[in-house]
């Protein structure tokens, strides 16, 4: 298999989980520390609706990874090349955002993960 597509996988894979903790917070659990500066234990309205909006954006993050690794064709090649260098720009732009966060959870979770979504990114838009 070739390493674009590894990459791919393990990027929805790290998506995937991470979807499931924006759901966790969109419903309420007290897990806010984490994630949109940790400035709530539970977060407000707004910042769910934010949660509910990332695991959209992860979707749509994960189909772009996994067309342009060959691993599905759903999306026209120029768009999935051009929209991989667009995800990983964010995620290296994720890296100082998170890594300057107020909250000590956030940083010392998220940056990591980012840098590692941000890596794998990389690998695949080569690709």
């Known amino acids: 298999m070739p390493a674009a597509a590894v990459a791919a996988l393990v990027l929805t894979a790290i ?3 991470l979807a499931i903790f924006q759901l966790a917070l969109a419903l309420g659990a007290p897990i806010g520390r984490f994630a949109w500066g940790g ?3 539970v977060l407000p309205a707004r910042l769910r609706v934010g949660s509910a909006v990332s695991i959209a954006v992860y979707a749509v ?3 772009i990874a996994l067309d342009r690794a ?5 999306v026209p090649d ?3 090349v051009v929209g991989m260098w667009v995800v ?4 290296v732009l994720g890296i100082p955002l998170n890594a300057v966060s107020r ?3 956030e940083r ?5 993960i980012v840098t590692v979504l941000a890596l794998l990114s990389l690998v695949v838009a080569l690709g």
């Open 103 to 105: 909250s000590r959870a």
């Open 108 to 112: 010392v979770t998220m940056t990591p």
């Open 61 to 63: 993050i994960a189909t």
């Open 78 to 80: 120029p768009v999935a």
């Open 39 to 41: 400035q709530h234990r």
């Open 70 to 74: 060959g691993v599905i064709d759903v």
């Open 88 to 91: 990983f720009a964010c995620f």
């Open 15 to 17: 998506l995937g989980a």
